[in-house]
């Protein structure tokens, strides 16, 4: 992510809208160290995909990994 949150687009553009268009939003998992998302400056992730309608999709609260058998609620939002 580093250090900005990004979970799509910008330097994380492995998966394009195309791909994200075809994946349900409950399908996604997202998995960060407690640290790395203590350390996003703006207090959530982001989904910029540079698809308006990929990244209103993409909005909203997950439950991010942060290691075994733990989890932490995130926003992921596109601004």
Do not use: P, W
Request: aromatic share 8%; no cysteine; proline share 0%.
């Amino acid at each position: 992510m580093g250090g900005q949150g990004y979970v799509f687009g910008r330097g994380n553009q492995q998966l394009s809208a195309n791909v994200l268009r075809k994946i349900d939003k409950k399908d996604i998992i997202i998995i960060a160290t407690n640290g790395k998302l203590e350390s996003i400056t703006s207090g959530h992730l982001v989904a910029y995909t540079m698809d308006e309608e990929i990244d209103k999709k993409l909005k909203g609260y997950y439950r991010v990994k942060i290691g075994y058998e733990r989890e932490k609620m995130m926003l992921v939002d596109n601004e």
